[in-house]
């Protein structure tokens, strides 16, 4: 040994710390950190009784997440675009429904769309009839009407729709019977127009002192008698 063997051996430990490559184990006496030797464990199967790994976390970034803490029965598939109903007859610019009874025979046809008075019965609260003439329209099966709110045959159709017409000519008579709904404006546009062309006049036109108009819409039930007097 050299006379100066413990400066030796402290320069050769100085030396090893500062060369690149592998190092000797360091002695728990010089103070430097110790790498462990032992095998580091592996997950294993899981012990009996113990919860099962869950799947893993949704994502909340992705569309049809659920919220965090929401059940999964909580995301659903995305429903078709429900359809909106139609829009019920006598609303605002609504058309007349095509459904009803047509004309017994082509002459009754001719005589609806020609004669321009029809009588038309209803029932008071009594139960005694109430006859009037007015003038109508034939179409698409139906009769229109036009009165005033406040007049005797509107409070009865409120209270009993059942109604009976009748055309002024007694030697070949048309008669029907039919239920009857009472319309507010704005009536229906071809209603409207039908009643100008036949008569030079708007159905929906209010008068003085009579109350709002309003528009009768009668659905056929029944032809009662068609054809000649008996």
Known sequence: MCGKGQECWDESVNAHQDTPGTHPAADPA????????????????PRPGAPLAGPPE???TLPGAPLPGAPASAVSE????????????????A??????????????????????????????????????????????????????????????IRRSPTVSLALEDGDHPLVAEGTTRVLTTPFPPE????????????????RPGAGARVLLEVRTVRWLLAGTAQ
């Open 191 to 206: 209603i409207v127009a039908a009643f100008r062309e036949k008569y030079g006049w708007d159905v929906s036109a209010s």
């Open 58 to 60: 949704p994502d909340p």
């Open 95 to 156: 058309s007349p429904a095509p459904h009803a009874s047509p004309a017994p025979d082509s002459e009754a046809a001719t005589r609806l769309a020609r004669e321009r008075n029809v009588w038309l019965c209803t029932s008071r609260a009594n139960g005694t009839p109430h006859v009037t003439p007015v003038w109508f329209v034939h179409h698409l099966g139906r009769w229109w009407i036009g009165s005033d709110e406040r007049a005797v045959k509107i409070r009865n």
């Open 78 to 93: 995305p429903r078709p675009p429900q359809r909106q109903a139609s829009q019920p007859f006598g609303a605002p610019h």
């Open 30 to 45: 010089d103070g430097l950190p110790q790498q462990s030797t032992e095998a580091v464990p592996r997950p294993g199967p």
